[in-house]
């Protein structure tokens, strides 16, 4: 399959009209935003609370930031987050998946129809799951997708721009065709990348049964579950914990690694107030669920957070 049939058979599968690839997730996000054609030097919402990447890729276009505080229960950035912190130099919002669960993307959505702003949904950990039916991928103005380490489709390499519109797809092809570092190159990564596709499907259903083991094998009530439903596929399993440079250094002790990100942006600002994100920054903790990860590993993290006493 070369580009052009790949990239229409991504399209497809979000149920978009339009795909293009690009080197990574990041040059995605950087030409959806010079396809927008947002004034440069505007404001774009972003949530306070993700990779930091997002953050870098937004300035990098032109633009500053506006960080929202996000919700503790989808531990992504809602609309109720956004309205304190809209004001007239916003052009666009990156609406995140925090951590692979959705945010409520058709109420942003309408959000920013009606304040006339480009909508940009951030699918990159959680693609290959579905909102109310429909594939995340396909809400907003434009969505990028990231085929980078961990992600749902673990390429190390290559990211995507959806969209519907004619005029916001020439202009994000145009982007590309003038910077060569943007574009996806190499037929060996396109023959990956095409591989990894036509197994989405079955990897992600392996992601969900392992979130499923450890939503309802963990019963610590030390720890604090993110909310979770049959549309929920976490990129990295989340738990809430106090104390938790104790417990990390139990579980260092015993062999058992945990990830904890991310760190609140709010701390990259000299007067930001994020509650949430500081919070989250403070207490999370992040078990593997990919694929790869096998059951053994599933089952000790699990018997070792029971266990588990703040002792």
Not at 44 to 72: E, H, K, R, T, W
Not at 98 to 120: M, P, R, W
């Amino acid at each position: 399959m070369g580009l052009t049939q790949l990239q229409s058979f991504i399209a497809t599968k979000f149920d978009r009209r339009h795909a293009l690839l690009t080197s990574s997730g990041s040059f995605a996000l950087i030409a959806a935003l010079n396809a927008s054609q947002a004034p440069k030097g505007s404001s774009v919402i972003m949530p306070a609370s993700c990779c930091p990447i997002v953050l870098f890729a937004i300035q990098m276009a032109g633009y500053n930031v506006i960080l929202a505080d996000v919700s503790l229960c989808s531990l992504s950035m809602e609309v109720n987050n956004i309205e304190p912190v809209f004001n007239d130099s916003v052009s666009v919002i990156v609406a995140v998946h925090g951590y692979g669960h959705y945010c409520k993307i058709d109420e942003i959505a309408s959000f920013a129809k009606q304040h006339n702003v480009t909508l940009i949904e951030d699918a990159c950990l959680a693609y290959g799951s579905t909102y109310k039916g429909k594939p995340l991928g396909s809400f907003g103005d434009l969505s990028i997708l990231s085929f980078g380490y961990d992600k749902p489709i673990d390429n190390q390499y290559g990211g995507a721009v959806l969209t519907n519109s004619e005029r916001l797809f020439e202009c994000a092809k145009g982007f590309l065709n003038d910077n060569k570092m943007a574009q996806f190159s190499g037929s060996k990564q396109l023959e990956i990348l095409n591989d990894r596709f036509l197994n989405l499907n079955k990897q992600m259903q392996v992601r969900k049964k392992n979130v499923d083991y450890l939503q309802k094998h963990i019963i610590n009530s030390l720890f604090v579950k993110a909310s979770f439903d049959a549309d929920v596929t976490y990129w990295r399993y989340p738990l809430l914990i106090k104390n938790r440079a104790h417990f990390l250094a139990k579980a260092k002790q015993n062999g058992i690694t945990f990830t904890k990100h991310y760190k609140s942006l709010g701390e990259l600002q000299t007067n930001g107030h994020y509650p949430n994100a500081s919070l989250i920054d403070e207490q999370i903790i992040n078990l593997f669920v990919r694929p790869e990860t096998p059951q053994e590993q599933l089952t000790n993290m699990v018997m070792f957070i029971n266990d588990y006493q703040d002792k």
